[in-house]
């Protein structure tokens, strides 16, 4: 494969040369388990950051805990640092407020991903022009969100996981880490990706990410598929453990069929996910999968306790967190960002959370599930024209 044009192909150039060396991609500085201590932590690195600050979140809502963090953001504008802010246009409807737009005047730099104007004042002028399929798909880029949570400091410390920002979400269960390392480049190539995109700036032909196979994002529809088939891969070919979290579960058939194989391998397969969704009937739509899943041997966790919202998945020896939920918005719709981790110290950390959080769940039984099925169809047979899109 061609090396990519720009400052790109230089970075994937030194994880392609380096790649074989690198003991330590990434250095575990710590996890973090719920969403009070994500925006805790991410309160210290904005204030200890001296060069840059590089925020993407799907949320960011404007309560105590937001403007608590836009100050901070505000401040480390003012003595110098460089701080750039993407939020997604429908994750964060108040991103026109003054609380934001105040930022400007503090050397603070904020982009909105997906701003619905945007895209039927561009749709609009393609159709006078005549360029109606040009327009469309214009149009259909509306259910393009950025679903990811990422933050860079002074392009050395990288934060990663599923936590939104907001009050509401101090009590929930995330999973987040913190990463230091050569691979911190290729987060920071990701979010200037989504900074440029967000702007409406024509990415050169062929440009890409630089190939860091830790760092699993999915910018284009090139991209997406070849993260989707990596994911589906890595399933498939799972010989011992795959332990997974994830806040909605309903996958594609192609993960169903892979998750299925790992059953008929002799995998052990368990599912944890919340009793109590954000998403009311989410729960109803994900048991739906699970009748067939668990006659084939897969246990299935329903977390009882605040809302469930990580993602993270456990394989044999090595993990994945990050934004990417077990649903069809992450694999067709949403830009995700999810970062692999190998170290026996990652790996066992995730792994006595993951047992943790199904001490406190309930495990589901097929009798119960046989139970809960015909309200579950339903529920299902009533979304199915809306699938591709939850």
């Keep these: 494969m061609p090396l990519l044009s720009g400052r790109n192909s230089a970075i994937e150039l030194v994880f392609r ?27 210290e690195l904005v204030r200890s ?29 003012e003595r110098g640092v460089k701080v750039r802010l993407i939020v997604d246009a429908i994750g964060s409807p108040q991103w026109w407020r003054p609380d934001f ?7 603070v730099r904020m982009r909105v991903f997906g701003r619905p104007r945007d895209l ?40 990663v996981g599923s936590a939104n920002i907001g009050m509401h979400f101090d009590e929930w269960r995330e999973t987040a880490v913190e990463l230091r390392g050569p691979g911190v480049a290729a987060l920071k190539a990701s979010f200037v990706r989504s900074w440029r995109f967000a702007a409406r700036e024509r990415v050169p032909g062929g440009e890409s990410e630089p190939r860091c196979p830790e760092v699993r994002s999915n910018f284009t529809p090139a991209e997406r598929r070849r993260v989707n088939r990596q994911f589906v891969a890595s399933v498939r070919a799972t010989e011992r453990r795959l ?21 008929k ?26 009748a067939g899943l668990m006659a084939r041997g897969a246990r299935v966790f329903e977390y009882d306790g605040a809302m469930l919202h990580a993602k993270t998945t456990l394989f044999d020896r090595t993990a994945l967190v990050g934004s990417r939920n077990m649903n069809y918005r992450s694999f067709m719709h949403d830009l995700e960002l999810d970062v692999e981790l ?3 110290v990652a790996v066992g950390t995730l792994e006595r959370q993951f047992e943790e959080d199904c001490r406190r769940s309930v495990e589901l039984t097929r009798a119960a599930i046989r139970h809960l099925q015909p309200l579950a169809y339903l529920v299902s047979l009533g979304l199915t024209p809306l699938k591709r899109w939850l």
Aim: net charge positive; no cysteine.
């Design 17 to 43: 040369l380096l790649h074989p060396f690198l003991m330590e991609l990434w250095k575990e500085e710590g996890f973090l388990f719920s969403g009070a201590d994500y925006s805790r932590r991410l309160l």
């Design 49 to 77: 950051a001296k060069r840059s600050v590089r925020i993407e979140s799907y949320i960011f809502e404007l309560d105590e805990r937001g403007r608590e963090l836009l100050d901070e953001l505000g401040r480390a504008g």
């Design 101 to 107: 737009l105040a930022l400007l005047k503090r050397h």
């Design 120 to 159: 039927v004042r561009e749709a609009f002028r393609l159709m006078l022009r005549g360029r109606i399929v040009r327009a469309w798909n214009t149009l259909r880029k509306f259910q393009l969100r950025d679903h990811r949570k990422v933050a860079i400091f002074d392009a050395e410390v990288g934060l």
């Design 243 to 263: 332990w997974i979290t994830t806040a909605y579960f309903h996958p594609r058939p192609k993960l169903l069929l892979a998750l299925s194989h790992a059953l």
């Design 265 to 290: 391998n002799g995998v052990d397969v368990r599912i944890l996910v919340p009793r109590h969704s954000d998403i009311s009937w989410f729960p109803w739509l994900s048991r739906t999968a699970f």
């Design 342 to 344: 190998d170290s026996e």
